[in-house]
């Protein structure tokens, strides 16, 4: 791998090219904070996309991408006066030994859970010990991703089940209440009570150590597969799904399940 100071080269053209960039281009000249928020989410999706492809060769792209946008807020903040790299990285770095006294200071944190928990309680203390558990939850987060950030903050101070199996006794409590009223001709209450079912179903995922947004996404892209390679069976026999019967769709479901898809 490259030397420290080969990385250290790289980043400092990284930057001399977007301050240049920043002073020539019209389009880059244009952008502000607020242009470029849609555009560092879909990125960041776009990084998460490749890991979850376990795809290396666009990790290294997609973190690119990332990497110019922090250089990109970076250099709008130091044209302002606000802040430059340079105080983007110090924060960052003070708030890391901060938040690792386990390794620059005289905490014992010896498990993954240990650290987790002590960052919990120091990001507490930072904000003056009266903040709100759940306030450090942004209001951004997509809901699956943000019941589980919830449910694991909550978490940090106490607020759980004793043994994890206790969690099934409330999944199956939703899902009587989610019955009720789906039995009901009309129901206000039907999507809240699917919204508490889901809930439930994410602390399960919590307690047992699953990623639901991980979990779910594996899903996904296993009915992709599956499903085109019954739209490809089915438009090699010169048919049409839309005149198939479901009973026929599953001879090539099951096909695909057989060969692993």
């Known amino acids: ?27 880059d000249k244009k952008q502000t904070f607020e242009s470029l928020r849609s555009n560092t989410i879909e990125e960041v999706y776009e990084l998460a996309d490749a890991i979850s ?15 110019l946008h922090v250089v ?50 120091l990001k507490l203390k930072e904000k003056g010990g009266n903040a709100s558990v759940l306030s450090g939850v942004p209001t951004a987060l997509p809901a ?8 694991d903050k909550a978490r940090s101070v106490g607020f759980d089940w ?47 150590k699953i990623n639901p947004e991980n979990a779910l996404e594996k899903t996904n892209k296993k009915f992709i597969r599956r499903f085109n390679y019954l739209e490809e069976r089915t438009i090699k026999q010169g048919r049409d799904l839309r005149q198939m019967s479901l009973e026929e769709m599953d001879v090539f479901w099951d096909e695909a399940k057989s060969l692993g898809l």
């Not at 791998?1 to 389009?27: A, G, I, N, Y």
């Not at 492809?53 to 990497?67: A, F, P, W």
């Not at 199956?172 to 009223?181: D, L």
């Open 1 to 27: 791998m490259h030397t420290r100071v080969e990385q250290l080269e790289s980043f400092s053209r990284l930057l001399d090219v977007m301050s240049e960039l920043r002073e020539k281009c019209p389009w």
């Open 53 to 67: 492809n376990r795809d290396l060769k666009n990790i290294k792209k997609e973190l690119g991408d990332v990497l």
């Open 72 to 121: 990109f807020y970076a250099q709008m903040g130091s044209e302002t006066g606000d802040f430059d790299i340079k105080d983007v990285c110090d924060v960052l770095v003070e708030k890391l030994i901060y938040r690792h006294p386990h390794i620059y200071g005289t905490t014992e944190a010896n498990t993954p859970e240990a650290v987790k928990q002590n960052w919990e309680q």
């Open 144 to 151: 699956l991703i943000k019941a589980h950030r919830i449910q």
């Open 162 to 208: 004793a043994q994890r199996e206790q969690v099934w006794d409330k999944v199956k409590e939703e899902i009587a209440e989610f019955e009720v009223e789906a039995l009901k001709e009309e129901s206000d209450n039907l999507e809240g009570e699917f919204g508490d079912l889901l809930f439930s179903l994410i602390n399960a995922a919590r307690l047992y």
